[in-house]
């Protein structure tokens, strides 16, 4: 086996090398859409939730309105995301911020609020795990594509110079 | 600079319409910075795309954000702005909203993505190989 490598030309083993990769961009471009689906479908459920507190709460107590504004005091996000290096590509992960100053975004919205609120929230801290999820998949994506320009090049010079 | 940012971590940001950015602060991403700078944007039908666009550019710039969301039919308005960006970080990921559902052909990456399995190209994989 290994002996037949060795006799393998080396454009031979390029050209594998891009199948390889290429076969894997399309598991990564449909991983991709998975990812967005499941984004989808967090979105939705956790519309509704949003629009059922808004059915009790008031039209504008679930609004842009209650959002944080420049003028309003600075805090610091409570979930981020960490990067760090995998066989060469970049990836994400969340973790929650240490900080001192984070604030629990449903006290914008009042002191008793809906458990449909909660739902929501919960909802979309979940939704935040399969954004980074998806983020890794495009990162990965965007890896291979370079990798499959250079390989390309390398293969039509080689095939230029036989 | 660089090291502190690593151990704090990087953030999320959004530009979309109300019920995208109302659920994914809800969620915990949104911070507002000690120059008074929001990592949000919220976009409704009368917001200039210039605006959108100016804002994108920003976040783009900044340095302690990973991640930048986007709604799927926001980035259709300055999909020029969004192609034209291809470092990896930060990232953009377009996002479906509730009324608008996702859509695999116009996402930039995918559409990049796909643009490698075009006819021409598919040449180099060794097509013409089995053309004789």
């Known amino acids: 086996m290994n002996k037949q490598e060795q006799d393998l030309p080396l454009k031979a083993v390029a050209c594998e090398l891009l199948d390889k990769i290429v076969l894997k961009q399309l598991h990564l471009m449909e991983e991709k859409m998975r990812c967005e689906l499941n984004i989808e479908s967090s979105i939705n459920n956790g519309s509704i939730h949003l629009a059922k507190s808004r059915y009790i709460m008031g039209q504008s107590s679930v609004s842009t309105a209650r959002l944080p504004t420049e003028s309003s005091s600075d805090f610091s996000a409570s979930t981020v995301c960490e990067t760090a290096e995998e066989d060469g590509v970049t990836q994400l992960k969340v973790v929650e911020n240490e900080a001192e100053d984070t604030v629990n975004p449903l006290r914008w919205f009042g002191v008793l609020v809906p458990q449909n609120m909660h739902k929501a929230q919960s909802i979309f801290q979940n939704a935040i795990n399969y954004v980074v999820e998806c983020v890794n998949v495009q990162l990965q994506i965007q890896t291979n594509l370079k990798n499959m320009e250079v390989l390309r090049s390398y293969i039509s010079s080689e095939k230029l110079s036989s | ?132």
């Open chain 2, 1 to 132: 600079m660089a090291l502190h940012a690593a151990v704090k971590g990087k953030l999320i940001s959004v530009i979309g319409d109300e019920d995208t950015c109302v659920g994914f602060l809800l969620g915990g991403i949104g911070e507002i910075n000690k120059n008074r700078h929001p990592n949000f944007m919220v976009v409704d039908k009368n917001t200039p795309v210039s605006e959108i666009e100016d804002c994108f550019k920003r976040f783009v710039k900044r340095d302690d954000i990973d991640i930048i969301l986007i709604n799927q039919n926001v980035a259709e308005l300055i999909r020029h702005v969004i192609d034209a960006h291809s470092a990896p970080v930060p990232a953009v990921l377009e996002i479906p909203s509730k009324d608008h559902p996702y859509d695999a052909s116009k996402d930039s990456i995918l559409r990049r993505a796909k643009g490698m399995f075009n006819p021409e190209d598919l040449s180099m994989f060794g097509a013409e190989n089995y053309a004789n």
